[in-house]
Nanobody
Framework: QVQLVESGGGLVQAGGSLRLSCAAS????????MAWFRQAPGKERDFVAV????????YYADSVKGRFTISRDNAKNTVDLQMNSLKPEDTAVYYC?????????????????WGQGTQVTVSS
């Protein structure tokens, strides 16, 4: 089992920044690819960003590319999401997720472990 706990959400004005953090415990953190997803009310859970086990490769959704940065610290068992130039459409609950391997990194159903989520609200 892997336990994931997100923090860092909140209310911010458009154009502002937030940094989300996800703390992992349980099994060896460095064995897992880590991702952030988000879910707005009435919508599906959407892929935001992923970082592979070593931290050397990252992928982003087109909607956040150039504004968000995912990073991880395998010594501290954490994965962060730095969010800049936030827009009202970024408003959602953000979830941290973990998986050892996948066929489709964009598919939320392929991830084995999830945090409880943290709310991000961007006002216009």
């Amino acid at each position: 089992q892997v336990q994931l706990v997100e923090s860092g959400g909140g209310l911010v004005q458009a154009g502002g920044s937030l940094r989300l953090s996800c703390a992992a415990s349980g099994r060896t953190f460095s064995n897992y690819n880590m991702a952030w997803f988000r879910q707005a009310p009435g919508k599906e859970r959407d892929f935001v960003a992923v970082i592979i086990r070593s931290g050397s490769i990252t992928y982003y959704a087109d909607s956040v590319k150039g504004r968000f940065t995912i990073s991880r610290d395998n010594a501290k068992n954490t994965v962060d999401l730095q969010m800049n130039s936030l827009k009202p459409e970024d408003t959602a609950v953000y979830y941290c997720a973990a998986v050892r391997s996948w066929e489709n990194m964009y598919n939320a159903r392929e991830y084995d472990y999830w945090g409880q989520g943290t709310q991000v609200t961007v006002s216009s």
